[in-house]
């Protein structure tokens, strides 16, 4: 169930409470199984989740780096770069 929240609210923010709630969890027993049963924190699951639809949008639309950014929840631009070079391994428009 909290799989599927963080799927249909990448464009937004996810806060560590309401994950917790929709499985009725505090946020750190939460945190505690979610770590254990994905093998990240919340936090950096929905990162590389943003991430991986944020390279289906590369790949499949016109979209400007700044419209992909915001589509899969980051601040701005430069905040998705960092995360995506980080996790990928190269910038997002060298994905392209």
């Known amino acids: 169930m909290a799989i599927e ?3 249909d ?6 806060a ?3 994950l917790a709630a929709t499985v009725h969890l505090s946020a750190y027993h ?3 199984l979610f770590k254990a049963s994905t093998g990240l924190p ?7 989740r943003r991430i991986e639809r944020a390279k289906q949008l590369l790949r499949d639309d016109d979209l400007s780096l700044a419209q992909v950014a ?3 929840g980051f601040w701005d631009q430069g905040h ?7 996790l ?5 428009k060298h994905f392209r």
């Open 5 to 7: 929240y963080i799927e």
């Open 80 to 86: 998705f770069t960092r995360h995506f070079k980080r």
């Open 30 to 32: 939460f945190a505690r």
């Open 9 to 14: 609210h990448l464009d937004s923010e996810i």
């Open 88 to 92: 990928v391994g190269v910038t997002p």
């Open 16 to 18: 560590l409470e309401d």
């Open 42 to 48: 919340p936090h950096q699951y929905v990162i590389a």
């Open 70 to 72: 915001a589509r899969v």
